[in-house]
T-cell receptor
Framework: LAKTTQPISMDSYEGQEVNITCSHN???????ITWYQQFPSQGPRFIIQ???TKVTNEVASLFIPADRKSSTLSLPRVSLSDTAVYYCLVGVSTSGTYKYIFGTGTRLKVLA | GAVVSQHPSWVICKSGTSVKIECRSLDFQATTMFWYRQFPKQSLMLMATSNEGSKATYEQGVEKDKFLINHASLTLSTLTVTSAHPEDSSFYICSARDWVSGTGAGANVLTFGAGSRLTVL
């Protein structure tokens, strides 16, 4: 099964760029990498998805090297409201069924 | 964008009773939905994969007779916690897979419900 590994926690200050790296050594050829944000007592919220190289949207960038065994979520100029848990997620295909196993996630705390 | 509605958002019940949680995809059809549970300060744990019109696939260690999953339509999946006990108190979250058109099987995005907080007294 594909397994993701992330740092357990990170601290940052407002206005800084935050980079969170996720390791997914066993990612399958057709798997995409998706990042989610979760606030307490809420469901995870989609941030960004990518397959390779770089993807950018209005809230984040995602960097994926050629071997795709890791990915880095980049949050530009974080604010206090970005304090949350961030998960990277890859699909796992077993017997033709896709499912999604969460890793520990990274608890980001943004300080004033 | 894709929206998943989950109801109720919180529920308190007495030990021994059953509780049903609904998960609806509002603007797309979901042949597959996933049910997770989450304890405080922990990650989401996959409980089961719900497939429309067929039996759910449960993860190892999850009691299928205790956590009944029904996926009778392309927009609705339900999780029933039967004979609930205090140790079943948790945050239950459903999600549905919304396929990204024009891309491969792996390019899909999970949309999550807001979660249901179950407290069993």
């Amino acid at each position: 099964l594909a397994k993701t590994t992330q740092p357990i926690s990170m601290d940052s200050y407002e206005g800084q760029e935050v980079n969170i790296t996720c390791s997914h050594n066993n990612i399958a050829t057709n798997d995409y990498i998706t990042w989610y944000q979760q606030f307490p007592s809420q469901g995870p919220r989609f941030i960004i998805q990518g397959y390779k190289t770089k993807v950018t949207n209005e809230v984040a960038s995602l960097f994926i090297p050629a071997d795709r065994k890791s990915s880095t979520l980049s949050l530009p100029r974080v604010s206090l409201s970005d304090t949350a848990v961030y998960y990277c997620l890859v699909g796992v295909s077993t017997s033709g069924t896709y499912k999604y196993i969460f890793g520990t996630g990274t608890r980001l705390k943004v300080l004033a | 964008g894709a929206v998943v509605s989950q109801h109720p958002s919180w529920v308190i019940c007495k030990s021994g009773t059953s509780v049903k949680i609904e998960c609806r995809s509002l603007d797309f059809q979901a042949t597959t939905m996933f049910w997770y549970r989450q304890f405080p300060k922990q990650s989401l744990m996959l409980m089961a994969t719900s497939n429309e019109g067929s039996k759910a696939t449960y993860e190892q260690g999850v009691e299928k007779d205790k956590f009944l999953i029904n996926h009778a339509s392309l927009t609705l999946s339900t999780l029933t916690v039967t004979s609930a006990h205090p140790e079943d108190s948790s945050f239950y979250i459903c999600s549905a897979r919304d396929w990204v058109s024009g891309t491969g099987a792996g390019a899909n995005v999970l949309t999550f419900g807001a979660g249901s907080r179950l407290t069993v007294l």
